[in-house]
């Protein structure tokens, strides 16, 4: 399950100046030099892990969970239900929101406000216009009021913001409230008299609901597969008042970065690609990783990644970051969507 959401104002503490001199890949059991591309067995040569040093780099990119340790957290706008009846033109506006979006685009979104410091209007009226999501049809809300409310962290912050542009364009009155944690909100979403659209996300909201409605000892219903958790968080909001709109290709979900530096130089894009190419591997995260299925663990079992250290660090922040960037560590778990990420 996705760990909560840091506050990303502290994104900009991680930055750190690049290590003047990058490390080298050495052999296994060596101090440095390249490392042999073959051991010998029996005469015949057999591709090796190579003991891979890390590389300081400002850099950061995420490897790709192509096994799909992570539960998927796509960002989704959720809807109170009987809103949604009663305004059939809602939700399409805000599913154009989801068309417009991918992960690169809400890294650059997260940029522009944790590291640049922009206002999340200001970045959120941009990204409208620049995007051309302006609604085609001006009078299509007839003045009708509608709250969007947003989590205290800055992506929900510019996300509910722009779900409130488009509306404003569409001509609803629209006003936008913090109201804090998912636990604050949810309840104020399903009840509709507050707040009738919130950004959400897939996953998290999943097993959210689950337990509200079947227990804190049901069985996970969210993984690593997006329509079957789509289908199940769409049954729970059934249940629970809320209807949602069609998900985005943005996520916002754990995820284990390399410095950028270190993706060039062994050629790596994928955490397979990673335990193909490397063993002995320092991973930095916070000190419940050792234990959590979707951090070591999960990397040692799904992907067959092996360490030779583990450093008790943050979850997703500022001191995993600069360990990466300093070439203290090798792998990092960080937010798919952190404005630190290099984007393609």
Known sequence: MTLPRPARA?????????????????????????ADASATTG?????????????????????????HLQTVDNVVP???????????????????????LDTDTLIRLNRAV???????????????????????????????AVAVGAADFAESATLGAIYAAVLDSAGYD??????????????????????????????????FLNKQVNGADAEPV???????????????GEQSGLV?????????????????????????R????????CEGLVLGAGPECTDRPFCQPGLEETYGLTFSEFRSLDAGGPLTKAALQKGEITLGLVFSSDGALATS
């Not at 994928?270 to 190419?277: I, M, Q, Y």
Request: charged share 15%; glycine share 10%.
């Open 10 to 34: 502290a994104s900009l503490a991680a930055a750190a100046a690049a290590i003047l001199a990058l490390a080298g890949c050495g052999a296994p059991g060596s101090a440095g030099g390249s």
């Open 43 to 67: 005469g015949s040569a057999a591709p090796v892990a190579a003991t891979c040093e890390p590389v300081p780099d400002d850099a950061l990119v995420v490897l790709e969970d192509d096994r």
């Open 78 to 100: 959720a809807v109170n239900a009987a809103t949604a009846d009663a305004d059939p033109a809602l939700v399409p506006l805000l599913d154009s929101v989801s068309a417009a």
């Open 114 to 144: 944790d590291v640049e410091r922009r206002s999340s209007q200001e970045v959120a009226a941009e990204f409208v216009e620049q995007s051309g999501l302006a609604a085609t049809d001006a009078g299509a809300g007839g003045g009708r």
């Open 174 to 207: 629209v006003t936008v409230t913090t109201i804090g944690n998912r636990e604050t909100y949810l309840p104020a979403l399903q009840d509709g008299s507050q707040v009738q659209v919130v950004p959400e996300y897939v996953g998290t909201l999943a097993e």
């Open 222 to 236: 969210a993984s690593g597969d997006l329509d079957a958790t789509v289908e199940a968080l769409t049954g729970l």
């Open 244 to 268: 949602f709109g069609t998900p985005s290709a943005a996520q916002d979900q754990n995820a284990y970065a390399v410095t950028q530096a270190f993706a060039q130089e062994h050629d790596v």
């Open 270 to 277: 994928t955490l397979s690609d990673l335990a193909e190419a």
